[in-house]
């Protein structure tokens, strides 16, 4: 799309996920849907992001029958459909034809317009297709560029990978097919693939296991959770760095075991992260 978040929001409206019941809610310009198109990363999803793809009925029901492993699809629910046919203006123009009201923020073509029942009854229903998160991304250094490890793959066609959140990966086998059934609104990149050790392979799935846990961790801590987490470990941190001004053998071993118990239950509260723990280390 041209006209850069402009072209985004117009093409791809507004979406967003409700974690709690599992929804899909869609906002978009209409009568034009795309028979298939992704979310904007930037707007599915606070923090962690995980892509969607969502597709009309018609072109689900085309899908369905590849049988791509484990993708499923959920309903979305229509939250704000509003008239606008952009798809009328001259795309090869520098600037769209009209500009968004208000704040002239991209996201104003859709929240400063009325939800319009009729529009959205008449239009297809829209599927968000979920896709297995089954890839992982690694780098050895931080100059080097990603690779997705090949051994975490499998026989996946469609997926996501962690560490590279808003990527939709993609087989030559699926690569094929889309090209086969679509005319040119997808384009696709190759991205590296090697095999891994199998050290980094389980380092991988454990960092991915542990961020896993801090998510469902984090959703669920009130504000004096954060405190008391916060406060331990700065307790700890000071007594690990007073430990060498004491003077008595018996003071050293006393602060030590507080600060390891204060450590002990900051993590039990919410993950230390690597990096952290390591800095700890150092200072017993």
């Not at 704040?103 to 896709?131: C, F, G, S, T």
Request: contains cysteine; aromatic residues 12%.
């Amino acid at each position: 799309m041209p006209w850069g978040d402009y072209g985004e929001v117009l093409y791809a409206g507004l979406n967003s996920l409700d974690k709690k019941n599992g929804n899909y809610y869609v906002s978009r310009t209409a009568p034009f849907v795309p028979k298939i198109y992704r979310d904007r990363y930037q707007s599915l999803y606070a923090g962690r992001h995980e892509p969607v793809l969502f597709v009309t009925e018609t072109f689900k029901e085309k899908l369905e029958k590849v049988n791509f492993k484990d993708i499923s699809f959920r309903q979305a629910v229509k939250d704000r459909i509003v008239s606008l046919e952009w798809e009328k203006w001259d795309l090869t123009a520098r600037e769209p034809a009209i500009y968004p009201s208000g704040d002239m923020d991209a996201e104003d073509y859709i929240v400063r317009r009325k939800h319009n029942e009729k529009l959205a009854a008449e239009m297809e229903p829209i599927w968000a297709v979920v896709l297995p998160k089954k890839g992982f991304v690694t780098r050895k250094t931080t100059n080097e560029n990603p690779v997705l490890a090949e051994q975490s793959i499998g026989e996946y066609d469609i997926f996501s990978a962690e560490y590279v959140s808003h990527e939709i990966f993609v087989s030559e086998k699926a690569v094929l097919w889309f090209t086969e059934n679509i005319d040119d609104e997808l384009c696709f990149e190759k991205f590296p693939v090697a095999k891994v050790s199998k050290e980094e392979l389980y380092k991988l799935q454990n960092d991915y296991d542990q961020s896993v846990i801090r998510q469902e961790k984090e959703s669920k801590m009130t504000e004096k959770d954060w405190q008391l987490y916060f406060r331990l470990k700065n307790e700890a941190e000071k007594l690990l760095k007073s430990i060498e001004t004491a003077r008595r053998e018996e003071t050293k071993i006393k602060w030590k075991q507080k600060a390891l118990e204060n450590l002990k239950m900051a993590n039990e509260i919410y993950p230390i992260n690597e990096r952290e723990m390591a800095d700890f280390q150092k200072l017993m």
